[in-house]
């Protein structure tokens, strides 16, 4: 697997797991303590030694919210260090045509690292404004337009121009190999063509040059992600990191393609550049504009669930998974991990699941939902008693969990992501239940976001319904407003923690009890 595998533990080694959001090649990789963070240094990559890069988590190796690319191009080992002034210190190798031609030093200030989800950046620029920057980007696409376009339109034209730009980001997405993410070094688009090879900038460049032969009009478009520092006057190439192509389809609409992930569907970006502003050059000039995806990224669930008199249930549970949250695909890339990645998404909100069959849609669509579903058996999903049956009204917990890291903060907390979540339980009990009455709502609202879980069971019928929905927008949290937000995303996982209890009806239990 080409992920670093990671433990971390004071005295044991157990647990280990692979972690996708350390991709790796097979290399060496460097890792330390520095304040209350946990620092990594790898060339992260998942297919060749190349882009140097340091992550920190703030909570054990769970999450590793922040990172800093050192050096883009080919680099392999490196040693972390916490130097006495509290700065990281990295020494790596690294070169232009190989990794191993120097070594290179680099220190990265983290004097508020303790909780700080952010790592200060240093860079020099002789860049005026970000006219500036767009000519010398100019000046580095000379040469690389090289795409005839007699092929291309033989190949791909007819129809709509959303029918062109769905074909053409199918064939620039999934037939052109991603070799990396590396900026600023354009391969001729001809070159990218022949070797069906490139980076996430030369897919880019050849999707902008088939759409034009095909007379569909792009532009080349550079974001940074939400969130990221404001580098206020400052400008330089540094300043950027992700290229995006913008698709103009009517006024004030248009489509977004970023060719950074293979298992992105149609408009869809990496979440963290979704609403943010992009840098699109236009002619000799530029635009600035706000990033809006085509879909907003979300998971909705529907399961049901037949309860037994022992607690016990059958299941069949759905889940539909929109926009980046697709990016599960990778995990199904492979045919024999296919039962053992379903059984491990739905096991996750049911560890007691055995599965007996399941199916998975959509798996290569490019603008439909990825879409799982299993059926099987669950046990102990609920407790009998005497008259009273005791279920645990939702499984698993949210998104929202991972933010209650600690009591208090003194730096921002930074939600990289949206949080939005659709489930809906629909519990099938045991007929003696049926007149049974049970009704609570909760809602939570906040200038984070809001929730609600309702919880329904009507007279005359079997079902006990539950649902739940959660909308939290990607948000900057300042310290003084954390433990507002800690307190909201604490009663949001009690709410999901919550037990129901389902009583017979007085009259239904006595007659039961003096039934022979």
């Known amino acids: 697997r080409r992920q670093r595998q990671m433990c971390i533990r004071d005295r044991t080694w157990t647990d280990q797991r692979f972690d996708e959001a350390l991709p790796e090649p097979i290399c060496q990789a460097s890792i330390r303590r520095a304040g209350g963070a946990i620092v990594f240094s790898n060339p992260a990559n998942s297919d060749k030694r190349v882009n140097m890069t340091v992550r920190a988590s703030f909570d054990e190796g769970q999450t590793w919210p922040q990172s800093r690319v050192l050096h883009e191009g080919p680099s392999a080992y490196s040693d972390l260090a916490v130097l006495g002034n509290g700065e990281v210190a990295c020494l790596y190798e690294a070169g232009l045509k190989h990794p191993y031609e120097t070594i290179m030093f680099a220190r990265v200030g983290l004097s508020a690292f303790d909780g700080a989800d952010s790592l200060p950046f240093i860079a020099l620029s002789g860049m ?12 580095l696409l000379i040469g690389t337009d090289t795409l005839e376009g007699e092929p291309v339109r033989k190949a791909y034209s007819g129809g709509t121009v959303d029918e062109l730009v769905k074909k053409v980001y199918r064939f620039v997405a999934k037939d052109i190999d991603l070799t990396g993410t590396v900026l600023y070094y354009p391969e001729r688009c001809s070159d990218v063509h022949y070797r069906k090879k490139g980076t ?5 460049l050849l999707a902008r040059s088939m759409l034009a032969h095909l007379g569909v009009r792009s532009y080349i478009a550079f974001a940074c992600k939400a969130g990221s520092p404001d580098p206020g006057a400052f400008v330089s190439p540094e300043i950027f990191d992700a290229i995006l192509l913008y698709v103009p389809l009517a006024p004030g609409k248009g489509l977004w393609l970023d060719f950074s992930n293979p298992y992105h569907g149609l408009g ?4 963290p550049l979704e609403r943010a502003t992009a840098l699109v050059l236009v002619d000799d000039g530029y635009e600035l504009m706000k990033i809006e995806t085509a879909e907003r990224s979300r998971i909705e669930e529907e399961c049901v669930l037949r309860l037994g008199r022992d607690g016990n249930a059958r299941i069949e549970a759905r889940a539909k998974l929109y926009g980046y949250q697709g990016i599960f695909r990778k995990r199904l890339r492979q045919a024999r991990l296919h ?6 998404f739905f096991g996750s909100m049911f560890p007691s699941l055995s599965l007996d ?6 798996l290569d669509s490019i603008d439909r939902p990825l879409t799982l579903s299993a059926k099987g058996a669950c046990f102990n999903i609920a407790t009998p008693l005497e008259d009273t049956l005791v279920v645990q009204a939702l499984h698993g917990t949210g998104d929202l969990s991972r933010y209650i890291l600690s009591a208090s903060r003194k730096n921002p907390l930074y939600l990289d992501f949206d949080v939005r979540e659709s489930t809906r339980y629909r519990y099938i009990l045991p007929s003696d239940f049926i007149n049974a009455t049970y009704k609570k709502t909760l809602n939570f609202e906040g200038p984070f976001g809001h929730a609600r879980f309702e919880f329904a069971k009507k007279p005359g019928t079997a079902d006990l319904i539950v649902t739940k929905e959660i909308h939290v927008e990607k948000n900057k949290i300042d310290p003084k407003d954390y433990m507002s937000f800690l307190e909201f995303c604490r009663n949001i996982r009690a709410a999901e923690q919550q037990y129901i209890i389902i009583r017979k009806p007085a009259g239904d239990a006595r007659r039961e009890r003096n039934t022979p």
């Open 128 to 139: 005026r404004d970000l006219n500036d920057f767009v000519r010398w980007y100019a000046g």
């Open 200 to 204: 996430s900038e030369d897919k880019t």
């Open 268 to 271: 869809v970006v990496d979440e």
């Open 339 to 344: 039962e053992e990645t379903t059984n491990g």
């Open 357 to 362: 069959e399941f199916t998975i849609e959509n």
